[in-house]
């Protein structure tokens, strides 16, 4: 994809009250906070008290920028959700790539963000959680999974209208695109976080994925 493929579900997330550098590095300090105690301990045990007592600062502070447990939860999702559109879009494909060549490096990068601890832990807690916070959960969705598959399905829609590919429904095939580099990976990540994945393993996984999409199951017809 070029790097002029913008859309507007970007999302910048909200800094709080207009405050000075000391401000935004004290607001900073608090998310970093926030987000190793609740890869550590999850977000239903974590408490306001950890964060402060580990960031430092007052609860007045946490609460100027960030209202309470959850609005703060909300605000680490959407600055990790914006961390990783801004990783895909420095790895958007060149139209003028090859489809193997772009859905590689689309499909590399996207990977190495499944395999980020953070990452891997927000989404952990969404699973657990989302029923309890649905606005959060539905947040997230919409600034990464459905944002990602957009970008892809306009990417492909290019292929397809240059004659490079032959998709009807390009948003669908987005869909089982994701699903299939990311689904059996995420789920180890998921199921099994102890046990490593050799970045050997998941680049060739994601080599054979992306030749399977491109080329099919079927034998070639008979001439």
């Not at 100027?64 to 703060?72: I, P, T, V």
Request: net charge negative.
């Amino acid at each position: 994809m070029s790097s002029s493929d913008k859309d507007s579900s970007t999302v910048t997330p909200p800094c709080g009250p207009t405050v000075g550098p000391r401000g935004l590095a004290r607001r900073q300090a608090i998310l970093e906070a926030a987000a190793l105690l609740f890869i550590e301990k999850g977000f239903e045990k974590t408490t306001l008290t950890d964060i402060i007592n580990r960031a430092g600062g007052s609860r007045a502070t946490l609460y100027e920028h960030f209202g309470d447990k959850e609005g703060l939860f909300r605000a680490m999702m959407e600055e990790n959700s914006l961390h990783i559109l801004e990783g895909l879009s420095e790895a958007q494909a060149d139209d003028l790539a090859s489809p193997e060549v772009g859905l590689t490096k689309f499909a590399l990068r996207f990977v190495q963000i499944l395999l980020n601890d953070r990452t891997v832990s927000i989404v952990h807690i969404l699973v657990s959680e989302g029923a309890r916070i649905p606005d959060i959960a539905e947040s997230f969705f919409h600034i990464g999974p459905e944002t990602t598959i957009r970008r892809l399905s306009d990417y492909l829609k290019r292929l397809s209208d240059a004659g490079t590919l032959r998709i009807d429904d390009p948003e669908t095939a987005a869909e089982a695109f994701m699903g299939m580099i990311s689904g059996n990976i995420l789920w180890r990540r998921l199921i099994l976080p102890g046990r490593p994945l050799p970045m050997e393993e998941v680049d060739r996984y994601v080599r054979r994925a992306i030749a399977l999409f491109l080329d099919g199951a079927r034998p070639a017809a008979p001439a």
